[in-house]
């Protein structure tokens, strides 16, 4: 499981939202991707995403050319948000 902080940049909350849309569907299709879940905190948004296993995670998330990577580069949301961390580990339920 990953969950992922990033801060919208002032004023852009709204966009911030409306350029996730993608990069997140694009994960929830992926095989090996058991969820993906977001929240609003305050300015920041945390997306919770489970897969199968660290083989799977490392194929979808690391892979340059992969759809998620082109997804989220093709979103622009690092122009209206900034990634503040990620916290990996495994399930306990």
């Keep these: ?7 919208s940049r002032p ?3 709204s966009e911030v939202e409306r350029r996730s849309i ?3 569907e694009t994960l929830r299709s992926q095989p090996g991707v058991l969820f993906v879940y977001s929240m ?3 300015e ?3 997306t919770v995403h489970g897969y199968s296993n660290e083989t ?3 194929k ?3 892979d340059p050319e992969g759809a998620f990577t082109r ?3 093709q979103s622009g949301i690092e122009e209206v948000a900034d990634w503040i961390e990620s916290w990996r580990g495994e399930c306990i339920d």
């Design 1 to 7: 499981m990953v969950i992922s902080r990033w801060r």
């Design 71 to 73: 997804s989220l580069k």
């Design 22 to 24: 993608g990069p997140r």
């Design 40 to 42: 609003k905190h305050g």
């Design 56 to 58: 799977m995670y490392q």
């Design 44 to 46: 920041d948004i945390f």
């Design 60 to 62: 979808i998330v690391n």
């Design 11 to 13: 004023g852009e909350e």
